[in-house]
């Protein structure tokens, strides 16, 4: 595909379970974004991997969040024991560089009830 | 620290009128100022950009002005249209990542 691809688009799940959410950049780009949106809000970043630099990590919430980036690609993010408050739509974005256009992904809505 | 300041939070404009939106950064090594727009329930897309190498660019109804000095940079939207309603956010970057202001939700009344 030529555009940032997430999956699931749409994800309910209970309280206490973990839930894994999946973002394919573009092919190439080197910066991959995570950020998080509640409804009429802001971008709240989470996590950023450039190339094969240590993840700057510094917008993760609480340890129940992480993420990886596997081969410079595809990256996963999973959130562990979901409370309510992590209801929110998950967006993504990959850039060739750091001072380049990025391009996002449709997003997750995650739903924790 | 990485502060990105975007005023106003939101904004009412009139059909044909001016919107101004204004983004003040604190970190000196940005070089990438972009604004980007979005629609509800999709994902933000670039809708204009400029390197510190301008005060300003046009591109059709949409200007970015960029003030170094003052470490700021605005996006000014004349004529304005109902299409236009969406939220905005500036997004200044270089070496480290981008950082994205808070958004201002932008209303076009007919």
């Known amino acids: 595909g030529a555009g940032v691809s997430q999956s699931p688009s749409n994800k309910v799940t209970e309280k206490g379970k973990d839930v894994e959410l999946r973002c394919d950049p573009i092919s190439g780009h080197t910066a991959l974004y995570w950020y998080r949106q509640s409804l009429g809000q802001g971008l709240e970043f989470l996590i950023y991997f450039q190339g094969n630099s240590a993840p700057d990590k510094s917008g993760l919430p609480s340890d129940r969040f992480s993420a990886e980036r596997t081969g410079g690609s595809v990256s996963t993010l999973t959130i562990q024991r979901t409370q309510q408050e992590d209801s929110a739509v998950y967006l993504c974005a990959s850039s060739l560089q750091t001072d380049t256009e990025a391009f996002f992904g449709q997003g997750t809505r995650l739903t924790v009830v | 620290q990485q502060q990105v300041k975007q005023s106003p939070q939101s904004l009412i404009v009139q059909k044909g009128g001016i919107s101004i939106i204004n983004c003040a950064y604190e970190n000196t090594a940005f070089d990438y100022f972009p604004w980007y727009q979005q629609f509800p329930g999709k994902g933000p897309a670039l809708l204009i950009a400029?390197?510190?190498?301008?005060s300003e660019k046009k591109e059709g109804r949409f200007t970015i002005s960029f003030n170094k000095s003052a470490k700021q940079f605005s996006l000014h939207i004349m004529d304005s249209q109902p299409g236009d309603s969406a939220t905005y956010f500036c997004a200044p970057g270089g070496f480290q990542k981008l950082v994205f202001g808070t958004g201002t939700r932008l209303l076009v009344s007919p």
């Open positions: 400029i390197r510190p190498d301008v």
